[in-house]
């Protein structure tokens, strides 16, 4: 069956950003996109709308007062780049809370869970790799889009990344561990405390460390386990 979907936001990059998410995911169809959300309500009232991608801080009437105004509310997930509204929207049983820049795996998390509700004994939802992609800030106003495919390793600097692909490298203001977290778990794996790499990527393994793209990592000693029966046991 298939999910029927609006977007509400005044920021065309993020709008841009959700459509071209929405397109990756079998079954979910993009309606209509708002950019405020007495438009919005008009139209909810008025027609079947499955899920609502909601940013909070519009003008003339705010996301949240939006949601609390519904009769009627369909699902809906916060899109915001303020975390602090989270613990008010939850109280408003919003089905989950997505903070700008949004990666898409996270996105992805966050409609399985709303296929699941909708459909708990349906097939899972999949997304094509080649297509799959994720947006990440890397100034104050521009969002970068990467292709999973090509990303080839991401190295922790402190409080950033470098994100290393086949023809780039991207400095962004994110925790390795965060970030890893959002990247799909059969895909990339933590080697060490500095370094997430792409399986697929992995071109020899030696002793405590690994080859990727001509550069050698180094396993870390909490991680070889992991790594040993995700590489090594395909590779003996």
């Known amino acids: 069956m298939e999910l029927k979907a609006i977007v509400i936001d005044d920021e065309p990059l993020a709008v841009n950003v959700l459509k071209n998410y929405i397109e990756q995911i079998k079954d979910l169809h993009l309606v209509r996109t708002f950019s405020n959300a007495i438009e919005a309500s008009t139209y909810v009232q008025a027609n079947q709308v ?7 801080d519009m003008p003339i009437l705010g996301g949240l007062d939006f949601l609390e105004s519904l009769k009627v509310k369909p699902m809906v997930v916060i899109t915001s780049a303020h975390e602090e509204y ?6 408003l049983e919003v089905i989950d809370y997505l903070v700008k820049p949004i990666p ?4 992805l998390k966050a409609i399985n869970r709303i296929i699941g509700l ?11 790799s080649e297509k799959a992609y994720i947006f ?3 100034d104050k106003k521009k969002l970068q889009k990467i292709h999973l495919n090509d990303i080839l390793v991401i190295e922790s600097l402190k409080d950033y990344i470098r ?18 977290d959002e990247l799909p778990s059969d895909r990339f794996l933590r080697i060490h405390r500095s370094f ?35 590489i090594l046991e395909d590779l003996l």
């Open 86 to 91: 989270a613990l008010k929207s939850y109280e």
């Open 118 to 128: 909708k459909h708990p004994k349906g097939e899972p939802n999949h997304v094509s």
């Open 104 to 107: 898409f795996p996270r996105f």
């Open 50 to 56: 499955d899920i609502i991608f909601l940013d909070i």
């Open 163 to 180: 994100i290393k692909t086949k023809t780039d490298k991207f400095i962004i203001h994110r925790t390795l561990g965060s970030f890893t």
């Open 196 to 230: 997430t790499v792409a399986l697929d990527k992995v071109d020899a393994v030696e002793g405590n460390s690994l080859e990727v793209d001509g550069m050698r990592y180094t396993i870390g000693r909490s991680y070889i386990e992991a790594v040993k029966s995700r």
């Open 136 to 138: 990440v800030k890397v």
